[in-house]
């Protein structure tokens, strides 16, 4: 067995001695299975939270309404999961409660896909009443059970089904494509955050040009924030070989494409403000490389990075590939005699010293003088230098 499950096993087998009933399953039993790398390894066991707790001494309640305790071994946490089945759906969301059973296989057949419906004990062994390893075996995305009752449960499951074909470069089940092109509209009542959790990791999956193209042929895409009306942008977007390109690359791409204005988009989308001004930056940068060779000024301004992204959606978008150009902006941003305002050797007190002068904009005004001077090597950063040189202005 691999290393994060010689890890955990301890802790299934705490569970076991204590006589309950524990495994891993989930994402980490699928992606072993495929030979991908292990996020984290979920466990689900027939022991209720209270007495999960009662068996672990470090625990911490993440999300124990729905039967999650978090639990603390060997200096790694490890998600615990009650079986639970979700008998009662409302309104096409999550469950309006959960009922914690001592089935594993009824835990199992509220799982989403089949691939992600295969139970592993402690040693190894493999349980799979839904037949999750031949649909991995085929690279088949099918839901456990009849596609459409699924989807009408919880219709996050279509997007979920799209963001691991990105992932995975599975293909959906006819089956299921067909309910899911039935029933995009159900996602209207998913709450956002759930929404751009999925699309998101759509966005950073290596097949994401054949996800986008399918959020387009299931027409799903129409019941995404800002994107109805935007099938043409989106094939468009599907067509850029965009596969080594970061998330906020992606998400300013698709801006480019949409052609909406990029900070009331992503709020729709709930993005944390901070993410939002990156990709605005990125945007803005990279339309300006789309008119015009970036100067001193914008390498000083974006940054080495935000340089680069920019550079790389230009590539991206113009068809030029080009690593010359690349190595020639790392090169002219590490030469560039200060990388921020904080290099300067002056500051706001020594200038109201030399001119004897009470602080004002005159201040903030000679500092960006400097700045930009130093910047274009017309100026030397050295305090004396800086002194003499706006003497000198200041005079004339
Ligand atoms: P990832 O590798 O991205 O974490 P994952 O399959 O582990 O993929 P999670 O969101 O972590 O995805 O969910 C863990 C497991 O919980 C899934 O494998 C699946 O069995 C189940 N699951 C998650 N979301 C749903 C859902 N909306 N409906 C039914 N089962 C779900
Ligand atoms: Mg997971």
Aim: aromatic residues 10%; contains cysteine.
């Amino acid at each position: 067995m691999i290393k994060p499950f010689q890890e955990a096993a301890p802790v299934l087998k705490k569970l076991i001695e204590a006589g309950y009933e524990a495994y891993f399953v989930g994402g980490s039993v699928r992606d072993y299975l495929l030979q991908r790398p292990i996020s984290d390894v979920d466990i689900a066991t027939s022991a209720t939270p209270a007495e999960v707790k009662r068996v672990f001494h470090k625990t911490a309640d993440v999300g124990i309404e729905h039967g999650t305790v978090l639990v603390f071994h060997n200096k790694k946490t490890y998600e615990i999961t009650t079986f639970r089945s979700e008998a009662e759906y409302e309104d096409f969301r999550r469950p309006k409660e959960v009922s914690f059973i001592r089935s594993l296989k009824e835990d199992l057949q509220r799982r989403d896909f089949t691939m992600n419906a295969i139970a592993m004990t402690a040693e190894g062994k493999l349980i799979d009443p839904f037949e999750g390893q031949k649909s991995i075996k085929g690279k088949m995305i099918r839901t456990v059970g009849i596609a459409e009752e699924r989807f009408g449960e919880d219709a996050l499951r279509m997007m979920r089904a799209v963001r691991f074909v990105s992932q995975l470069s599975f293909v959906i089940d006819k089956g299921t494509f067909d309910a899911l092109k039935k029933n995009g509209k159900l996602l209207l009542k998913i709450a956002v955050e759930r929404k751009s959790a999925e699309f998101e990791k759509l966005l950073k999956g290596r097949n994401r040009q054949n996800a986008l193209a399918l959020l387009v042929d299931s027409e799903i895409y129409s019941f995404l924030p800002g994107l109805a009306g935007k099938e043409d942008d989106l094939n468009k977007l599907s067509e850029f070989a965009c596969g080594d390109l970061t998330l906020n690359e992606m998400w300013a791409l698709l801006l480019f494409c949409i052609k909406e204005e990029a900070s009331s988009f992503l709020k729709e989308w709930k993005l944390p403000t901070r993410q939002i001004k990156e990709i605005q930056s990125l945007l803005f940068f990279f339309t300006k490389r789309l008119d015009r060779e970036f100067d001193l000024m914008d390498l000083y301004t974006a940054g080495k990075e935000q340089i680069i992204s920019a550079y790389r959606l230009f590539e991206t978008v113009s068809g030029i590939r080009d690593q010359d150009a690349v190595n020639m902006l790392q090169e002219a941003y590490e030469a560039l005699p200060i990388k921020n305002r904080s290099e300067l050797r002056i500051s706001g007190n020594l200038l109201m010293e030399w001119f004897q002068k009470p602080g004002g904009p005159w201040v903030k005004e000679m500092i960006e003088m400097a700045e930009w001077a130093v910047l274009k090597g017309h100026l030397k950063n050295n305090t004396e230098e800086i002194r003499g040189w706006l003497k000198k202005c200041n005079q004339s």
